[in-house]
């Protein structure tokens, strides 16, 4: 089923639940409850997606409305509801994930019920204009805290990063516009459920535009994998090379604790590595063999014709002493012993190990034996 299809689903089944809670009880709670509770549903399917993080739904937003206009035992039942039908509509991942992804969600929609209700409790509970801004943002800063919490949970990894937080921001601002448009503050009457959807329009500009940004990067990622293939094509390097160089580069990058925008570079440099050997010529053209370090200084020449790509150019150079260009180093040595066969592992591992100390870094070494010593199949244990 296609987005647009399961967002009309949504909007076909919340419109009956209103009209069923309407007749049921005329004037009471339960009609606006059955539409805040289709947005949650609504705003699981809308997310945004920074780079370098994990998605951010939009129903963030909604839940900030949610913790004003229900009582707490209204608000879980609506959350509960609301999760367990986007539990069936999120029908393009495992159920595993599906079952992560709705622990996440309750999981921060529980902070912010309890942020929210802290703060406007230890300052008396007025509906003062201070008092409801400070408690609603207690509220947004919690549900994010716990997520990405749970987030590094899940991976079982520290890899919290400072970028893309103005979809923290988008979420959080936009959902206190929404409650106050919703209930009011300071006295001032409030516009009911027109409130949230007229100030939803700005949050859903901001999920179109960080919509626009995640088609760029995944055109950007096709791109560079599309040129990786090229060496491959033309019978320079093995089949698969670049890819498992950079997908256990990216690893090791991870295992000595490189930051995100480095890893990003890292991957990149590791797709291209070998980009450079087009460039020269036939060895029988030449006279001589190829250098390993002509290779890469050729390619890190063409990556630097960019801005974008010019530190994933620097990664490469030969004259280039990072942490970085160390991994590309080892673990594109260590593909060429292995040939992509996990059973090698040990061999190459020891082959590279026994070498002159300055060809390869023990750290690096240190940290592939850790890394590459959990691939290696269950037999080889």
Known sequence: MTMSRRLLLVVVLG???????????????????????????AGELLVLRPAERAPLP???????????????????VTVVAAEAVAYLLRV???????IWVTAIRLGAAIAALGAFHAVANAMHGADSRWIVLTALLAAGVAEIVVDDLLHVVRARRLYLS???RSADLALVTGGMLMSVGYRGIGGLEGMGLWGPLLFSIPLLAAWYSFERLASIRRTY???ISA???VPELAGL???????????LSVDLGRELRLAPPDLEYLRAAALLHHLGHLCLDDPEVRGRPIEPSEVTDKGAEILRETDYLRPAGD???SDTASVGNQILRVVSAFDELTAGDPAFNDAAIEALYSGPGYVYDPRVLDALERVAGSRLPAAAH
């Open 92 to 98: 393009d991942d495992s159920a595993w994930d599906r």
């Open 58 to 76: 939009l129903s963030y937003a909604v839940i900030l409305v949610l913790v004003r206009a229900a009582s707490p035992a209204e608000f879980l």
């Open 15 to 41: 419109g009956i639940a209103a009209a069923v809670t309407g007749f049921v009880d005329p004037g009471g709670s339960s009609t606006a409850l059955a539409v805040l509770g289709a947005a949650i549903v």
């Open 237 to 247: 390097v093995r089949q698969g090379h670049a890819s498992r160089v950079a997908e």
């Open 221 to 223: 990622e096709q791109t």
């Open 162 to 164: 400072m970028h893309g």
């Open 315 to 317: 990664l490469l150079a």
């Open 227 to 229: 040129l990786s293939v």
